[in-house]
């Protein structure tokens, strides 16, 4: 099982919404909007993403690692876990 | 004119391999991918968004927030940027 | 003169508190403070650091970039405000 | 025990090292540097922070919340270390 298995639909959801807003920066460029503005969508794309990161680190933590360190095999997975974080924490 | 006017092609090429690359997050999604190779996925689809944020910032202020300065009225302009850049910063 | 000249004081209040912080951390290691109140404490230091960094580039981009447009010759000065806003933004 | 117990003076060392940083910037503004100066330094004294705070994070997983998981009461502390985690990515 997955750790975001519980919440895959809400999951989906919100990666089906930025893969809209991604789509609206698109069109914003085509239709030569001002470039504040499509930062300013773009910056809400961003925020968007990293919240989806978060939930899947949160799903992550509170399943696959916690059953690793459960079945005292957690290290490699607090490895890997702590190198995702620091991915998105750039 | 718009800041990105000269690389719009480039801007649109970039944004599309985004929508693709959250299109990607989606079906990984859908077929219970590791959490944490989503999480790589993700991490690096923000770095690209946020690539072009500071492509059409550079533009910006090259182009728009520069001609407005030249013109004595760069002051609400360059409020604008600030407020742009910390929103992008975050 | 500097883009920062007309807060200067404000500025160096900020980063006394900010050193402050930071010795604070320090002592919270040395008297074996439970980590998640240091990271609270860290985060906030990290925060407030971030804050002066926007405080400087506003000033700069107000004074130092905004004249150098205006004698015609702001290339080499839009150059480097965007390299400093992407370590920043970093 | 804490999770960082095992580092405690490299901790220290890399505290005391951003502490001379922030010290330094202080000058910096004193002395009326140049803002990107200032700015540079600023934003390695912030990237030199927030690897302590990724030190701290990882010796918090492995140690406490590992042991709370191990206790079967991992759920506070995970919930906790989400938290402080978004704090540090913002």
């Known amino acids: 099982m997955n750790g975001y298995a519980m919440n895959k639909k809400d999951l989906q959801d919100r ?3 930025i893969e809209g807003q991604v789509r609206g920066l698109h069109r914003m ?6 470039c504040i503005d499509i930062l300013t969508q773009l910056s809400s794309a961003s925020a968007a993403l990293r919240a989806v990161g978060m939930g899947l680190l949160d799903g992550h933590v509170r399943h696959c690692v916690a ?3 459960e079945q005292g095999k ?3 997975k607090i490895e890997e876990l702590m190198a995702a ?3 998105l924490a750039k």
């Not at 460029?29 to 001002?34: K, L, S």
């Open 15 to 17: 990666l089906r919404r």
């Open 67 to 69: 059953e690793s360190i």
């Open 29 to 34: 460029v085509d239709e030569d909007a001002y």
């Open 85 to 87: 974080v620091a991915r």
């Open 74 to 76: 957690g290290d490699a």
